[in-house]
């Protein structure tokens, strides 16, 4: 499948990407090839990718997986590793893994030496057509997420669909949770056909995703104005993602599903704020418990939430920013939300 | 005195730096301003600093002093603290101490949020004239100096000459080898004059060095090429450095105690293999001598010294590379020196 040109690097799809890394390597003169991988993809993917990559991996490098281990402790162990099989600013490393692996690794590569080359190999559906492209890498701190990072992009992305077989529905489903957000805030047409898929690993919609969010990204990197449409629906779902992960009665919601609540309860406010029909809302909301179902929160819960929303990165001056509707397929951003709706967000979710 | 543009930002002196900093914070528009100290600079350069200032230090930030501190556990404290202090991504920081305030300061700025702005304000010689300027920031990994980190620009540089009254002359002289560093790889003349000063707080001084760093540092800010040339004496002088920090036993040497060691045995290695004249090797060894001393090492000191080369961030292909002089006033970059000449290097030293 035909490649998608970023800024300064490239994503290869399919049969491409093993030609491209192959090519790259050859013509960069690195001095050594690092692997990192988790204990999941050590065992799945590794074997398949060797192969793809022929005989050019010097060091495999381990870290477990989850999000509980995107911290400062993981990274520091990654670095101790690269530097005792003496990596040097000539190394390359290649992430495989999902979100969390490709955001640690990006992290740790940008500032290992103040910088190493690093290739994006994402082997979930979530990290293909979200944190692989872009060039956010970080870490969380504590419980809250992605607050230690730089923003540096891979020499390139590299989608191999054929790692989708070895994940479970339910990792499948947090994907296309960010799939349908591509399609609400850019593009009604391609919402409407998502929608109504029963399988999530179509090759066609992978790359469309991967499009929209690589043209949002390429107008604005850093993130200064349009690109923060892509934090649709995550405002409140890291508050409610970092909630779960940080009360052990909580079960811990993958980032798809964070979302998907955050969607139903950002498209409320859009309706409240912005004029998004009643139709759109209860479609998104209908679309999203089909797939995802429904949690429950009470009102500590509630509370707890959304004292976390004061950290979410966007802010600035002690207020917190939204991205809303105004239509299926066109956002608008930073907008202020007065605090009483939060909780009628939270009980149209619930009815 | 009159500033010096760089790259993305100037570095201002005395007068204009004041307000230079009142200037950019009135029209900046910070959610808030943090100040990060030490425990030095906090009673000795703060107190001052905050008369220049005016009214606008929100939140003082305050770390231990010394490089043993310059590691990523000082970072998460950091970060932390920001966080606690509702810190966001119009946050400034501004990083008021010596070298390993401003390296570390700035690396926790630019990984903050995926990079808050930051401003130097070095209070040592060395820092002025070195670390502060040309935008590498990081922290150590164990005894590994400088192994994490990242390069990026600080909003301006602002030098009051005035903070070298609360100085030793012992840190006095650690920043005059770096000024020294600069007459060997780009002034001659320079060198010449500066070689005979018994003070080293001359402003003009420290303009010119200033002047010379950011010269080199604008041509080539990444280090391909040109900013190599930075690193005489630095790659026997590192070395040096983290044996006598990690070696119980051993005096600590101060960064520029270190590279004057690093620059008589490289000066030695210029003489053997680029041709620098004896006469000019003698005057390197009998300046910096002069002004600091000789430090034993023995076949034990040195045979542990050459093996913390190979982790040199300058190197790749296992190979360590050299800066050089082929003359006083001009240097080499990439020498590749055969081990059987470090011994020699340090006989002579010894001599």
Chains 1, 2 share one sequence.
Request: proline share 2%; charged share 25%.
């Amino acid at each position: 499948m035909e490649s998608i040109k970023s800024h300064s690097y490239e994503v290869h799809l399919e049969e491409l990407a093993e030609a491209a890394l192959r090519q790259h390597i050859a013509k960069s003169n690195y001095s050594k090839v690092f692997v990192l991988v988790d204990e999941n993809t050590k065992k799945k993917c590794l074997p398949i990718f060797k192969e793809k990559l022929g005989e050019r991996a010097d060091v495999i490098l381990e870290i477990q997986s989850g999000e509980n281990h995107k911290n400062i402790a993981t990274c520091s162990k990654v670095w101790e590793l690269l530097s005792h099989h003496n990596g040097d600013r000539k190394s390359l490393l290649l992430n495989l893994g999902g979100g969390v692996l490709t955001d640690l690794g990006g992290f740790v590569a940008s500032t290992f030496k103040r910088g190493i080359d690093f290739i994006n190999i994402p082997t979930t559906l979530l990290s293909m057509v979200d944190a692989s492209i872009g060039g956010k890498t970080g870490v969380d701190l504590g419980s809250l997420k992605n607050q230690i990072g730089v923003i540096n992009q891979p020499q390139m992305v590299l989608v191999f669909p054929e790692f989708l077989k070895t994940l479970e529905t339910r990792q499948l489903k947090s994907g296309y949770s960010e799939m349908l957000k591509h399609g609400l805030i850019m593009d009604a047409d391609y919402w409407k056909g998502l929608k109504e898929k029963n399988e999530f690993t179509d090759a066609l919609c992978i790359k469309k995703s991967i499009a929209i969010k690589n043209d949002v990204v390429i107008q604005d990197p850093t993130e200064l104005g349009l690109r923060k449409i892509l934090n649709f629906g995550h405002t409140l779902g890291h508050a409610i993602e970092s909630y779960c992960l940080e009360n052990p009665e909580r079960e811990t919601l993958l980032h798809g599903e964070a979302i998907a609540i955050g969607m139903i309860l950002e498209s409320y406010l859009s309706h409240e704020l912005k004029g998004l029909s009643k139709l759109s809302v209860q479609e998104v909301k209908e679309t999203f418990l089909k797939h995802f179902g429904r949690v429950s929160f009470d009102t500590a819960d509630i509370k707890a939430i959304l004292k976390l929303l004061k950290y979410d990165k966007k802010n600035s001056h002690g207020d917190v920013n939204f991205v809303l509707l105004q239509e299926i397929g066109t956002a608008l951003t930073d907008i202020k939300v007065p605090h009483d709706l939060f909780n009628k967000a939270f009980a149209y979710y619930a009815e």
